[in-house]
Nanobody, 123 residues
Framework: VQLVESGGGLVQPGGSLRLSCTAS????????MAWFRQSPGKEREFVAA????????KYATSVKGRFTISRDGAENTVDLQMNSLKPDDTAIYYC?????????????????WGQGTQVTVSS
């Protein structure tokens, strides 16, 4: 599975961005997908995950109510809609795939990773 993220950029506090991750490979439809992020000097942290069926999602407390994860099986994409962005959301955002199709907030449980896309929230 290869994962390619897009949609990062610079946005003002309170603004919105939509990240997209395009997956190649036949296992996308049965894989759980997730977004993680990492800012300088910090550990990689969980943001959101969605099960293989799309029927179950999980969010970090810090983003719940502001971010929404979704997936499109026909397009092999998983998106992260980010609203009400804060400077603390500034990080490199990574897409990840887990062959076991249930969600997890643990990075070690994901088998494939993208290269990341930078999100900067600043005025």
């Amino acid at each position: 599975v290869q994962l390619v993220e897009s949609g990062g950029g610079l946005v003002q506090p309170g603004g919105s961005l939509r990240l997209s991750c395009t997956a190649s490979g036949r296992t996308f439809s049965t894989s759980a997908m997730a977004w993680f992020r990492q800012s300088p000097g910090k550990e990689r942290e969980f943001v959101a995950a969605i099960a293989w069926s799309g029927g179950s999602t999980k969010y970090a407390t810090s983003v719940k109510g502001r971010f929404t994860i979704s997936r499109d099986g026909a397009e092999n994409t998983v998106d992260l809609q980010m609203n009400s962005l804060k400077p603390d959301d500034t990080a490199i955002y990574y897409c990840a795939a887990r062959l076991l199709g249930i969600t997890s907030s643990q990075a070690a449980n994901y088998n494939y990773w993208g290269q990341g896309t930078q999100v900067t929230v600043s005025s």
